[in-house]
């Protein structure tokens, strides 16, 4: 399967932090989605936020440029399983 079509996931400490990126993000025009984590990923919060692999820089910069906090990027595969930890 094609790289593009693997997506990453964004996933946080707490409910708080996932909106706050979520919004951030919304406002810089990138398309995401929420998603529950899965529970090996992110056992604290329930929120994580998935974008298109190709979007991961941009998505970085902007949460930095705002002072939004995340705990860890994941690239996902094809079934949607974690390929690696990108950040």
Request: charged share 25%; net charge negative; hydrophobic share 45%.
């Amino acid at each position: 399967m094609p790289a593009s079509t693997h997506k990453a996931i964004f996933t946080f400490a707490t409910t708080h932090q996932a909106m706050v990126a979520e919004d951030t993000l919304r406002d810089a025009g990138i398309r995401l989605e929420v998603i529950p984590p899965p529970r090996e990923l992110s056992p604290g919060c329930g929120l994580a936020l998935r974008v298109s692999l190709g979007d991961v820089s941009d998505a970085i910069d902007v949460l930095v440029s705002r002072g939004a906090v995340w705990d860890a990027v994941h690239e996902l595969g094809s079934a949607q399983e974690m390929v690696r930890r990108l950040e």
